[in-house]
């Protein structure tokens, strides 16, 4: 992504190191702080229902940090080397990025999809949205 070698444009102007933060066994979990503006969540949770094939979807909804608070869970993660050369940091950890902004590139080094934490998940749908004339 940031990069890509041959002629290509990078997707991101910053110096990465793969697995930067070590290998899968150095994996671990973090509060990061993130500013980021993103949907504010629904409180409603969606009925759960079983299917035909009795299983049971998760129920839709997230437990989130107050505030710009975030559990991050970083495995066998990529580092950002430096500041980007465009772009905003949106999510730090002990000062360090974490997270890159670009128009609507994002890129995260850790993984938010491990955590209950939707934001990044809502900024994602709500980009989908206004892209598709908010639909």
């Not at 899968?24 to 979990?29: I, K, L, P, T, V």
């Not at 590139?105 to 989908?128: G, I, K, M, S, V």
């Amino acid at each position: 992504m940031a990069m890509p070698g041959g002629e290509r444009e990078p997707y991101l102007h910053v110096e990465v190191e793969r697995n930067g933060w070590g290998r899968q066994r150095r994996s671990f979990e973090a509060d990061l702080e993130v500013s980021l503006a993103c949907p504010a969540p629904r409180n409603a949770m969606h009925e759960v229902r079983s299917t035909l094939e009795g299983h049971t979807a998760l129920p839709v909804g997230g437990v989130e940090a107050s505030g710009n608070a975030m559990h991050g869970v970083f495995i066998r993660a990529p580092r950002f080397t430096a500041e980007p050369r465009r772009g905003e940091v949106v999510a730090r950890l002990d000062g360090e990025p974490v997270g890159l902004l670009d128009g609507a590139r994002l890129a995260l080094t850790c993984h938010p999809e491990l955590t209950q934490d939707r934001r990044f998940h809502r900024w994602l749908l709500a980009q989908a949205a206004s892209a598709k004339g908010g639909r």
